[in-house]
């Protein structure tokens, strides 16, 4: 069974940094790219950033780009989410996700990805 487990999230001054994990029992582990999203209160989930099987592709939200980096240790079967200068708007419910096969490219869709880890909380304060 795949599990998706992330962590490393928190509460946060704005302007502060975290680093979010996702580790996974998918095997392979490099036969799935991965994203992640989020989701904040009365707001519908959205796109974040997704990296591919490799790691040689990256891509952004717009909202997070340039102060987000995503990277991955296929190794370890971990994911990561280095997010800096955080603000108060990035507050949300952090999920990883992982979707299957090489070559299909990066995608923001949440429907594209066939697993989901459970969530992990951000809180920015002002």
């Known amino acids: 069974q795949v599990q998706l487990v992330e962590s490393g999230g928190g509460l946060v001054q704005a302007g502060g940094s975290l680093r979010l994990s996702c580790a996974a029992s998918v095997l392979p582990f490099s036969y799935y790219s991965m994203g992640w999203f989020r989701q904040a209160p009365g707001r519908e989930r959205e796109f974040v950033a997704a990296?591919?099987?490799?790691?040689?592709?990256?891509h952004y939200a717009d909202s997070v780009k340039g102060r987000v980096i995503i990277s991955r240790d296929n190794a370890k079967k971990t994911v990561y989410l280095q997010m800096n200068n955080l603000k108060p708007e990035d507050t949300a419910v952090y999920y990883c996700?992982?979707?299957?096969?090489?070559?299909?490219?990066?995608?923001?869709?949440?429907?594209?990805?066939?697993?989901w880890g459970q969530g992990t909380q951000v809180t920015v304060s002002s």
């Open positions: 996700a992982a979707r299957y096969g090489r070559g299909e490219g990066l995608s923001v869709l949440d429907q594209a990805y066939n697993y």
């Open positions: 990296i591919s099987w490799s790691g040689s592709m990256t």
